[in-house]
């Protein structure tokens, strides 16, 4: 369940239209500093969707325990144990935090 000041947050941000539009236009800009930074790591986008990457690598389930260590949430599939799914990182400081440790900084 949501706490009361979130849910009040949310329907402040959810009856917002100029930050909904806002929204929209940066996050395929921020998807695609994912993606090249992915790419850069040598890691194929088998999925995207505006939030969220799924990429496919030989062992998901050990890259997923790396970046756990370094507090990345990832989401691994059990049924696909090569898939691994990346959130859009918050900012520029999220998205070289995750490069280092994709690149095993």
């Not at 239209?17 to 890691?43: N, Q, S, V, Y």
């Not at 949430?73 to 918050?90: D, E, M, Q, V, Y």
């Amino acid at each position: 369940p949501l706490r009361k000041p979130l849910r009040r947050a949310l329907t402040r941000a959810y009856a917002d239209a100029g930050w909904i539009a806002a929204t929209r236009r940066h996050l395929p800009k921020e998807a695609d500093r994912l993606d090249a930074m992915l790419r850069h790591c040598g890691f194929q986008v088998a999925g995207a969707c505006p939030l969220f990457r799924l990429i496919e690598t030989d062992d998901a389930r050990a890259l997923f325990e790396r970046l756990a260590r370094r507090a990345i949430l990832t989401r691994p599939f059990a049924a696909r144990p090569r898939w691994l799914r990346i959130g859009l990182p918050a900012d520029a400081k999220a998205l070289a935090r995750l490069e280092a440790a994709l690149a095993g900084d």
